[in-house]
């Protein structure tokens, strides 16, 4: 699965990329319930960051 992929979780996502855009905003912080895919959706923006983005 790629970060396009991901089903759901739209505001989640787009905080992700604009986060990425301006690293000025602060980051993302992610709340759920277990099983609810915050780990996942991580997993899968790394793959979309530049090689070498801390």
């Known amino acids: ?5 991901f089903v ?3 505001d989640a996502k787009l905080a992700l ?4 855009i301006d690293p000025n905003c ?3 912080l992610f709340v759920g319930e277990r ?3 915050k780990s996942t959706l991580s ?3 790394k793959d979309v960051l530049p090689e070498g983005t801390p």
Do not use: K, T, Y
């Open 17 to 20: 990329i604009l986060n990425a």
């Open 1 to 5: 699965m790629r970060f396009p992929d």
């Open 43 to 45: 997993r899968l923006f």
């Open 8 to 10: 759901g979780h739209e």
């Open 35 to 37: 099983g609810s895919g």
């Open 26 to 28: 602060g980051g993302v």
